[in-house]
């Protein structure tokens, strides 16, 4: 049986699986750019603070993501639930990287105009600070997605979501009839989407960068 | 301090007076505050300029008003209001703010940077266009080819005219400027200058202005106040007086060499008394011989021949008239001439390219008079003698 063939019989599961996958990373995303923008805006007005953070998400992407997940497993069980927890984690480092970067490249002349015709605080973060470094946070964002849609494929050991299952279960019955065919449609399946998912962020990207900083 | 500067002004004065007492900045871990005990008086739609060396502390002293700096100690009010009971961002929306990169919002445009405060301050939108619009044009540039553009697509002067118009959106009686122009070409420099004087005659706003640049000072200040080491005031005067009589070494030598030559910036030739008979006025229609004999009469050996609007056009010396039957080619022509409006430092420049003795025409460009070295010499004296006696 072809690739071709195998993947149009079993596409309902495929799709299905590939479906699974993309949320999970795109959620994995929103949950590690939620808290990674709100450590960058907490530390990057400290040299000392920045170093910290950095180092500390730099950290956890040395952790084999293999040994991260059996890790979590004795605490939080088989499932979805470590799986979320690795993938989140693994997506804070580019994210809050970024994100001090970005915060910290804009024009202080900006920031004290802004506070100086009276913008609170709060408003001069929101309607002028994290604007300007959004172009940097999205990027840091992105690159989280594609790292993401990779390590997704190592939570299928913690029985996690998405096409992890097809490309294990493909390569624990190697040999066996289909094997070949159920690993490559996984892995092939997750470099598809890594590089739609790619081609949406620069799309956003083009939506809410404003015009003013476009390069 | 001498309050030598109370003419009433023309103008309605819309600014409030901002008084500064005993005001102290002393930064954690460090043993000499950047401020200390700094008291003084701006009055009301008065333009003072804080000049002092680099790292002086007249930006510190500047920033607390409008409490960019909080201050460890002391008082401020704004027309008679305490500022350090405010809420500190209120306070700044009722303060205009220009500073030197301009700090315009790179994703705003031109109309939505000079919107921001009437913004905060919860305008309407149809309040809010207007006043964006009327800014626009106060500060020069035409709203239907700017408003949408954004900062990145201006000069480094439409930049700055944008910060000004911003900072004046909410119309606040105070201003605070922090060397709005020091990023500009000198020839921008010197355009935006002119301007600011002009809006501030119609606009009487008190502003407080900071620069490293005397010349500026002496240009744009109704007062100067000249600090020193933690923002110690060396010098309170206007800058007649500075100029004139400085009050120690420090402000001699930030005033620099050609105190002299700055004073003659701040006087026109109108308020001096230049010579309305020096010279013999001559028409061109006269005859040569006759002009020859006036000459002689008069003991004079130069005339002047005007056209039929009275518009000086050349120099006759008597030796030249001899053998001429009309006066229109004889002589030199009138080089440079300078009007009533002309500041004595332009006069003294046409006195010396015409060689002596420079002609004053007025507003149609008709003779008035003449002006010559020794009028000016005499005009530095005299106020050299009038603040002699000033204790600064």
Redesign the interface.
């Known amino acids: 049986m072809s690739l071709w063939q195998y993947v149009a019989e079993r596409w309902d599961r495929l799709s299905l699986q590939a479906w699974l996958h993309v949320s999970g990373v795109v959620q994995c995303v929103i949950l590690a750019a939620i808290i990674g923008v709100a450590v960058g805006v907490l530390v990057y007005r400290s040299s000392a603070g920045s170093a910290i953070a950095t180092a500390l998400s730099s950290t956890i992407l040395t952790i084999p993501s293999f040994a991260l997940l059996g890790l979590l497993i004795p605490i939080v069980g088989l499932g979805v639930t470590p799986s979320v927890i690795a993938l989140t984690l693994y997506g804070l480092l580019p994210i809050v990287r970024n994100t001090i970067v970005g915060l910290a490249g804009v024009?202080p002349?900006?920031s004290?105009?802004?506070?100086?015709?009276?913008?609170?605080r709060v408003?001069v973060l929101s309607r002028?600070e994290l604007?300007?470094a959004w172009p940097a946070i999205l990027t840091g964002m992105r690159v989280s997605a594609q790292m993401l849609m990779g390590i997704a494929v190592i939570a299928a050991y913690a029985k996690g979501f998405g096409l992890g299952s097809e490309v294990f279960s493909g390569l624990t019955r190697a040999g066996s009839a289909n094997s070949l065919n159920q690993a490559l449609a996984g892995t092939l399946g997750v470099v598809i989407l890594a590089l739609i998912l790619d081609g949406i962020f620069v799309l956003i990207s083009r939506l809410t960068v404003?015009?003013?900083?476009r390069d | 301090m001498t309050e030598t500067l109370d003419q009433p002004t023309e103008q309605g004065v819309s600014g409030a007076e901002i008084r500064l007492e005993k005001v102290t900045k002393k930064y954690p871990n460090t043993a000499a505050p950047a401020v200390e005990e700094f008291s003084m008086t701006i009055p009301a739609g008065k333009v003072v300029v804080f000049v002092g060396p680099s790292g002086c502390g007249k930006t510190t002293t500047m920033r607390m008003i409008?409490r960019?700096v909080e201050p460890t100690s002391g008082v401020i009010t704004i027309g008679g209001q305490d500022a350090l009971s405010l809420d500190a961002?209120?306070?700044?929306?009722?303060i205009?703010?220009a500073?030197?990169?301009?700090?315009?919002?790179?994703?705003?445009?031109v109309a939505q940077n000079i919107a921001?405060?009437p913004g905060?301050l919860k305008w309407d939108k149809k309040r809010i266009d207007a006043r964006v619009e009327e800014m626009m044009d106060l500060v020069g540039l035409d709203p239907g080819t700017f408003a949408k553009r954004?900062?990145?697509q201006l000069s480094g002067g439409q930049q700055q005219r944008v910060?000004v118009a911003?900072?004046l959106a909410a119309d606040p009686p105070v201003l605070?400027m922090d060397e709005p122009f020091g990023a500009v070409d000198p020839i921008t420099r010197g355009n935006l200058q002119d301007e600011l004087l002009r809006l501030q005659s119609e606009l009487g706003k008190t502003i407080v202005f900071v620069t490293h640049d005397f010349d500026e000072a002496v240009k744009l200040g109704d007062k100067i106040a000249v600090l020193g080491d933690r923002s110690s005031i060396q010098q309170y005067d206007t800058p007649d007086a500075i100029l004139a009589n400085p009050a120690n070494d420090t402000v001699a030598g930030f005033v620099g060499a050609g105190a002299s030559l700055k004073q003659l910036t701040l006087m026109r030739v109108r308020d001096v008394q230049y010579h309305t008979d020096e010279v013999l006025a001559v028409g061109d229609h006269e005859r040569p011989a006759a002009v020859a004999e006036k000459l002689t009469k008069a003991g004079r050996v130069y005339a002047l021949v005007l056209d039929a609007r009275k518009r000086p056009q050349r120099w006759v010396h008597v030796r030249e008239l001899a053998g001429r039957q009309d006066l229109s080619t004889v002589g030199k022509p009138v080089g440079d001439s300078v009007s009533v409006q002309s500041t004595l430092q332009d006069a003294l420049e046409a006195i010396l390219t015409e060689g002596g003795r420079a002609v004053v025409t007025g507003n149609r460009g008709e003779l008035l008079g003449t002006i010559d070295i020794d009028t000016v010499t005499s005009v530095i004296a005299n106020v050299r003698e009038e603040h002699a006696g000033d204790e600064a």
Not at chain 1, 113 to 118: F, H, R, S, V
Not at chain 1, 210 to 213: D, S
Not at chain 2, 99 to 109: R, S
């Open positions: 024009d002349a900006v004290d105009a802004a506070k100086g015709i009276g913008m609170s408003g002028v604007r300007l404003p015009r003013g900083i | 409008n960019m961002d209120e306070l700044r929306r009722g205009g703010y500073i030197q990169q301009a700090g315009l919002f790179p994703h705003y445009t921001v405060v905060l954004l900062p990145r910060g911003r900072a605070l």
